[in-house]
C-alpha cells in the first residue's frame, strides 16, 4: 500500500514523500510533479549512486529539472541497504570489504559485482512495486516511463529496465559488465550511456564492455574526461532532450 506522509511545493514542483509496503519492508520514496498536474505525463525512475539515498542533492536537482523543464514526473526510492533502510550482515560485510579495497587501492571489482547482484536481487521487484503503486495516482497514469541511473543506478538499473517493459528509454552509465552482461543484452531501449575517462572506481575498459553488450539498436556514448565524481553538467542537458524525444 502506498502511503503519503508528506507534500511541499516550490519553484512549480510538488514534492510528496511516501512509503510502500512491501514483501522485503516499508520502501521510502519520492515523487515529484509539476504543481496541480492532472492526466497522465510520463514518469521517470531515478537510481541514485552508491552510499547516497532519494534526496540525494543530485537526484533532487535532477527530479527538479526534469519535471520543471520537461513537464515529467519523477520517482526515487532508498535502494536496499541505503538511505533510512536496514542493512543485513551480508550487505554490512560486501560494503566494509569495499570500502577496505578502494583505500588500500586494492581491486574492489569483484566485491561491488558481489554486492550489486546482492541489492538487485531485491531492488528489482521493489522498483517495478513502485512503478504499479505510483501509476494508480490520477496524475501520474499509465504513460511512458523512462529510468535514469549512472554507478550503483546503473548496476541496478540494468537488470530492472531489462526486466521491465514499461520502460522505453533509459540514461545509464559509469559502471561496468561484471555483473551486468547478460542483462544488458536484453535491453533494446533507446540509451545513452556515460563513461568518465578517468574514472578511478570503474575501469573504462569494463564501462566500454558494458556498453557494447547492450542490444539496443539505438545507443549513443558519452565519454567525457574526468574522474567517477564529475561527469559534467551539461549532460544533464542531453538526458532532457532525450527523454523529451522518446517519452513525449
Not at 504543481?35 to 531515478?46: E, S
Not at 534526496?55 to 513537464?71: C, H, I, L, S, Y
Not at 543506478?153 to 540514461?171: I, K, N, Q, S
Not at 559509469?174 to 555483473?179: K, M, Q, T, Y
Request: net charge negative; proline share 6%; with cysteine.
Amino acid at each position: 500500500m502506498l502511503r503519503f506522509i508528506s507534500q511541499s511545493s516550490s519553484e512549480g514542483v510538488t514534492e510528496q514523500s511516501f512509503t510502500l509496503s512491501s514483501s522485503f519492508d516499508d520502501i521510502p520514496g519520492v515523487l515529484w510533479s509539476p504543481d496541480a498536474a492532472t492526466g497522465t505525463r510520463p514518469l521517470i525512475v531515478i537510481g541514485h549512486g552508491g552510499g547516497q539515498h532519494k534526496k540525494a542533492p543530485g537526484v533532487e536537482a535532477r527530479a527538479r529539472r526534469f519535471v520543471a523543464e520537461g513537464g515529467f514526473a519523477v520517482v526515487a526510492v532508498d535502494s536496499p541497504a541505503h538511505g533510512g533502510r536496514p542493512q543485513s550482515e551480508e550487505h554490512s560485510r560486501l560494503i566494509a570489504e569495499m570500502r577496505a579495497r578502494f583505500q588500500t587501492g586494492g581491486d574492489a571489482t569483484p566485491v561491488l559485482a558481489e554486492l550489486h547482484t546482492l541489492i538487485a536481487g531485491q531492488s528489482v521487484p521493489e522498483w517495478r512495486a513502485v512503478l504499479d503503486a505510483v501509476q494508480e495516482l490520477d496524475h501520474i497514469g499509465t504513460g511512458p516511463v523512462g529510468y535514469w541511473g549512472v554507478s550503483l543506478g546503473c548496476a541496478l538499473g540494468v537488470p530492472f529496465v531489462a526486466a521491465e517493459p514499461r520502460v522505453r528509454a533509459a540514461v545509464l552509465g559509469l559502471s561496468g559488465a561484471e555483473n551486468a552482461a547478460e542483462a544488458a543484452e536484453q535491453i533494446t531501449v533507446p540509451l545513452e550511456f556515460l563513461v568518465q575517462w578517468d574514472d578511478e572506481m570503474v575501469p573504462r575498459a569494463a564501462g566500454l564492455a558494458l556498453f557494447d553488450r547492450f542490444g539496443s539498436a539505438e545507443k549513443t556514448l558519452h565519454a567525457n574526461p574526468g574522474r567517477h565524481h564529475e561527469v559534467p553538467l551539461f549532460e544533464m542537458d542531453s538526458s532532457l532532450r532525450f527523454f523529451a524525444r522518446h517519452l513525449n
